[in-house]
């Protein structure tokens, strides 16, 4: 392992195949390169692998010796990762790999997104696959592509071809938790023509930055009600159209659709000489914002720049849409009544961006229950409507139901309870797994989720906490070692 940040990680075979999955790009919808990196590395061990017609690779392990007999073990993860920098950072996902860096005991990046987030467990996998000393019955290692992006690849997974029955998916993000159901959910896309003016001549071009939000997974952190800043920053628009005669040139916000947008940015023209009421009043909103976000996103911060002329939206055009993305949902919409401390049904406005010639935004709803998911994700599209704004629905993915009773979760929950001489916890989990789409094929898949603690994940500041990596590694080991044990009785 030549990266000095991971010098005396342990365990040593994890942080080295982590170390590559960082050095490698793997945007979603562009994960070819890694995959096939990885795929070689498994031909090259003598390991069977496929790619099926979705982009997803399967590697295949025997038994070890002796244990022809177990169960067979589906260990699934995702290849790609949420690409988010800060906005001073020139960092490229196209072609640049990813700049870990220790703060204390978590691993961080620089400026971006780690890409812990599933790159984590993506390298526990393949060291499950590499390591000869473990005792396991057979290993499929289910390796998925373009997850965060719309769960096109474990959406494109056929029937029939896992053989196991057995699944341990390595995408949550809490040690000592065991994970058994997850949000489904869908997209609703918007978009509209515009009809570009020119800026009317006494006016001067200015841009509205907000920045300094924390961001996060739009569903693990919606809970916490931390600022969205399209929708602060469309309040302190329509504010300004108050106060002066405000022309609207552009509006862009957020970069993906499953994180909370931390910046936003317009484009406007104003009366010339209106300058200073305009920051004047930046500057009451930024106070009052940072009063009304305190303890979660108080570092918001709102700034005037001057900006180079061009044409402006129409009024019909910017009235339309600031009123809808104000009266637009986001966040909570509902908790859940069976499961209690959970969110329900939630909405994230995650991406929006405006021109004088179109429009567009981008709705990610997520519920535990797939009726309630479509009922909010109508709301939204009947809102546009009003206006004749075009808003369609896609990429439904279903929720996964808890099984409670299910034999892997007791077996998982023994082998925690004698390794680490405590009680692991049960949890439902407000973000889509892969889980749900795959069990919707294999409705005979007995399924858990568990991993290791990682903060911040879908935003700049991801971390992940290094201990807690060698507790999943020696976790996942015993709960293999465990299913040989058990033999037919998890099968």
């Known amino acids: 392992m030549s990266d000095p940040v991971f010098s005396g990680l342990e365990p040593a075979t994890v942080w080295a195949h982590f170390a590559t999955l960082c050095s490698v790009p793997r945007q ?29 690779l399967l590697i295949r392990k025997p038994a070890a010796p002796g244990c022809e007999d177990a169960p067979g073990v589906v260990l699934q993860g995702h290849l790609d990762m949420v690409c988010q920098k800060n906005p001073d950072s020139a960092h490229d996902f196209s072609r640049d790999p990813i700049r870990p860096l220790r703060e204390g005991d978590w691993l961080v990046a620089d400026g971006t997104t780690l890409g812990a987030d599933n790159g984590i467990g993506v390298a526990l996998i393949l060291s499950v ?56 959910g869908l997209d609703v896309n918007v978009h509209c023509d515009g009809a570009p003016e020119h800026c009317p001549t006494d006016f001067e071009p200015w ?36 106060l002066v005669p405000l022309r609207l040139a552009g509006l862009a916000g957020g970069s993906a659709r499953n994180a909370l947008p931390r910046d936003a940015v317009a484009r406007v023209a104003v009366p010339q000489g209106r300058g200073a009421e305009i920051a004047a009043a930046l500057a009451s909103w930024e106070e009052r914002l940072r009063v009304e976000l305190k303890g ?17 939206m129409s009024a019909e055009d910017q009235a339309v849409w600031l009123a809808s993305l104000h009266a637009a949902p986001h966040g909570v919409h509902r908790r859940s009544l069976s499961v209690p401390g959970v969110v329900e049904t939630s909405n994230n406005l995650g991406v929006v961006s405006l021109t004088p010639a179109e429009g567009s935004c981008n709705f990610m709803v997520r519920s535990l229950l797939d009726d309630t998911a479509l009922a909010l994700a109508d709301e939204i599209v009947s809102l546009f409507s009003l206006s004749g704004t075009r808003a369609e629905p896609s990429g439904q993915y279903p929720g996964w139901a808890p099984q409670a009773d299910s034999p892997l979760l ?30 919707a094929k294999y409705p005979d898949m007995q399924i858990v989720s568990f991993g290791p603690t990682i903060r911040g994940a879908h935003a700049p500041g991801e971390r992940v906490e290094i201990a807690s990596v060698g507790r999943v590694w020696h976790l996942l080991t015993a709960i293999l070692a465990a299913t040989v044990s058990a033999g037919t009785a998890q099968q």
């Not at 196991?164 to 489904?184: H, K, P, Q, S």
């Not at 918001?300 to 900006?307: G, H, N």
């Open 207 to 242: 841009r509205i930055e907000l920045h300094g939000l924390r961001g996060g997974h739009s569903g693990v952190d919606i809970h916490e009600e931390r600022g969205n800043a399209i929708k602060l920053l469309v309040r302190v628009l329509r504010d300004l159209e108050r």
């Open 410 to 439: 007791a077996l998982c929950r023994a082998v925690y309870r004698h390794e680490f001489g405590a009680e692991s916890h049960v949890q439902v989990i407000h973000a889509g797994l892969e889980c749900g789409l795959i069990v």
């Open 296 to 312: 979660v996103d108080e570092g918001v911060s709102l700034r005037l720049v001057q900006d180079d002329s061009g044409p402006v």
């Open 28 to 56: 979603s919808k562009a994960e070819a390169a890694l995959r096939d990196r990885i795929r070689q590395w498994a031909n090259d061990k003598g390991l069977a692998t496929t790619v099926d017609a979705a982009g997803n």
């Open 129 to 184: 696959l590499e390591d000869a000393s473990l005792a396991h019955g057979p290993i499929e290692a289910l390796l998925t592509v373009d997850e965060e992006a719309g769960m096109g690849g474990a959406q494109g997974l056929e029937a029939g071809v896992l053989q196991g029955r057995l699944m341990l998916n390595v995408d949550t993000e809490e040690w000592g938790e065991f994970y058994i159901g997850c949000a489904g």
